[in-house]
């Protein structure tokens, strides 16, 4: 299920680094001095853009280089100025940053006060007393730096947390392997990691498996998935083995871990859970049992047209859902040959085509009655293709799962 984008800020990073990063020790004159000296400065030191201008160690003035320079190139400047005090040229209102100011400080207080900042500079004090200058290009220079340094250390954070979410999940993925003769799973987050979950266990009657979309994705869906895990693992130390049970349980686990109990008792600012389905299926009978909170699946048997499996509407956690909430079980008897497919919604919400509207659910079944006969493997990798070309050059909607097998 989809997030709003999740950004973090610089402070973490420039908290590091202050003003006095940015200090140039540059010459000064004073009120004292006449544009004489500042013309022989500016002369001097070609690379100097703002001149600042102090008294008694305290800077009250800028001298802009470009400024100054055409002022005085003007026909009978020279001799109406020459002598005068400097402070004729000066801006009277720089910026004075001090020099133990945090960097997203600095670049807060040079956005404000506008253009000048950037182009000649502000001035940077230590306890009120003038050291020196600070560029504008070296600000956006540095905290460009730091930006990029951020970005990188998010995304070593994001690939450890790939392991982490992998490692969580692999157990579920090898009884799929050793129980399942013919089947597929597509797990791929939208951003390294995501919110999409799986998990299989097997037992001596046959096997449940458990397929969900926690809210969100990248970081903050892959937190939602170790709270799902744990309440699956809970569960079933309860022995909640059936479809209908596994998903109360998980909804009481959720809301009581997030303080969502209802809208009136609610103790967090988090209303947030998954869509679910829990299968369970009875090798002996061949009966295969599922509950679905608002997860698509698709059962193509044999013979006949595919068709979608019954799904309730009410989600899994959330503050709106009743913590004894009871999710309908179905149940069918499987043939061999049978295929079912159960995808996320990452799917099913994808736009694309020629007119950027959903996948959707007709073409889903669609798709999967063209490639019935496959193995499960090359089924999931035509359907991979088939949802790769609707997407296009369209950006990823979100984190993206199917689970299939024939039986």
Known sequence: MQQPDFRTGLSALTGRARARSLCIAVPFVTPAMDNTAVMALFSEHKDLIGLPVVENGTPFGMINRHIFLSQMTRPFFRELYDRKSCIAFMDKQPLVIDAETELDRVAQQVVASGDKSVTDGFIVTEQGRYIGIGLGIDLIRTVSDLQAQQHQQILQSIDYARVIQDAMLDRSRQQMAQQLSDWCLHWQPRDGVGGDYYAFHRDEHGWLALIADCTGHGIPGAFMTVILH????????????TPSALLQALNRHIKQTLGQLNASQQTSLSNDGCDAIALRLETASHQLSWASARMHAVLQPVQGEAAALQADRVGVGYTDTPHDYCWPQQQRTLQPGDVLLVMSDGVTDQ???ARQIMFGKKRIQTVIAQH?????????????QAFLHWQGNQPRRDDVTWFGLRY
């Open 351 to 353: 736009p694309g085509g």
């Open 372 to 384: 019935k006969t496959l193995p499960m493997a090359e089924l999931s990798t035509a359907f991979a």
């Open 230 to 241: 744990a309440a699956l693992e809970r569960a079933l130390q309860h022995n909640h083995r």
